[in-house]
């Protein structure tokens, strides 16, 4: 008799009602798959429970966290697959130790963010937020005071050079700009040079952009990367875009200067202490946008997200190895391979 492969998603990706909040999450490809069960968590935690594991060898997670004690006890767990790329949710650690693989979307994300981050550009420069208030309050005669200006002949700084940061400069190639600056340590000079960007010092590029764009992830080296000592360096009319997690930037520091005027304006998707149920204090500042970590969302990009998860789920549903792992060293792990041998010799 078959063995079935239980694929379970959490709570967050449907209503209370039961129904799946989006439209195409790549659910076909686990339902019509020989051997596949595909169930969902009956509640959605900020953090997994341990018994909403039980029984489940792949979990398909959106937002809730995953930590040590998520995992115990939940010796049939083979995977969990992030619906994203950022894992800092994740104790990475902890499943490796507990022989779990933890694999991500790479790739599905990138068009989506990158568009988005295109459009704050725009936004920010042509000061879209501004100037559609002079309309709704009947102030049409004050639009001489709210000139914008164009992406031409202005330089891009990019904070981390993988697949979204990118597909940003690729985006932004028929915009006449300057030569993009990056910075990332881990990022060949060949790979940054083949597509007409440069490397730069993070205290050269903050100097010389007039957009700085954050793409890298939240991890210890980059926490608070961006502070005041940074944003100091930063010009009077240059703009910042978070579009990564919080934390990268420093709240305070910023807000101090966007207040202040000491530079032009942000855009920002992520924060500290996610999901905010009050207005954060840049809320009162006119030259912010806001977004609650979902300014990238889009049927498209969650349709390509949901494929590569529920790929990677069916991969190892047949012993094969997902793309996009971040712990490859459990396949040496002798617990994990007993875990994995029905499927393997299946596959």
């Known amino acids: 008799m078959k063995s079935t492969f239980r694929v379970a998603l959490t709570g967050d990706f449907h209503d209370a009602a039961g129904q799946l909040c989006y439209r195409d999450i790549g659910l076909s490809l686990l339902e019509g798959a020989d051997g596949i069960e595909v169930q969902r968590f009956a509640e959605h935690r900020p953090e997994i429970g341990p018994e909403q594991l039980h029984g489940i060898h792949g979990a398909i997670v959106l937002t809730p966290r995953v930590t040590a004690r998520s995992l115990a006890g939940n010796a049939d767990l083979l995977a969990i697959g992030r619906f994203g ?3 800092d949710s994740v104790d990475v650690p902890a499943c490796t130790a507990a022989d779990v693989l933890l694999f991500i979307t790479a790739g599905a994300v990138d068009r989506s963010v990158a568009e988005a981050t295109v459009a704050w550009m725009l936004a ?8 559609d208030r002079l309309v709704r309050e009947g102030r049409w005669h004050e639009r001489n005071a709210y000139m914008g200006c164009e992406l031409r002949g202005r330089t891009l700084g990019v904070i981390g050079f993988g697949g979204i940061g990118r597909a940003v400069v690729r985006m932004l190639a028929p915009f006449g700009m300057n030569p993009p600056l990056v910075f990332d340590p881990f990022a060949p000079a060949e790979l940054v040079a083949s597509m007409g960007a440069r490397l730069a010092t993070l205290d050269e590029l903050l100097a010389q952009a007039d957009f700085v764009s954050i793409h890298c992830p939240l991890t210890e080296q980059t926490r608070n990367l961006v502070s005041s000592r940074e944003l100091a360096m930063m010009k009077r009319d240059a703009y910042l875009i978070n579009t990564a997690r919080g934390g990268i930037v420093d709240e305070e520091a910023l807000y101090a200067v966007l207040a202040e005027g000491r530079i032009a304006g942000a ?3 992520c924060f ?3 999901p905010l149920t009050a207005p954060p204090r840049f809320a009162e500042l006119e030259n912010v946008l806001l977004a609650p970590h979902a300014i990238a969302w889009t049927h498209e990009m969650f349709r390509d997200i949901g494929t590569a998860a529920c790929q990677g789920m069916l991969d190892l549903a047949r012993g094969k190895k997902p793309a996009g792992v971040i712990n490859p060293e459990v396949f040496e792990r002798p617990g994990f391979r007993r ?3 029905q499927w393997t010799a299946r596959g």
């Open 85 to 87: 790329v950022g894992y």
């Open 339 to 341: 875990k994995w041998q």
């Open 272 to 274: 500290l202490g996610e």
């Open 124 to 131: 920010l420069t042509h000061r879209v937020r501004s100037k």
């Open 267 to 269: 855009a920002l998707d």
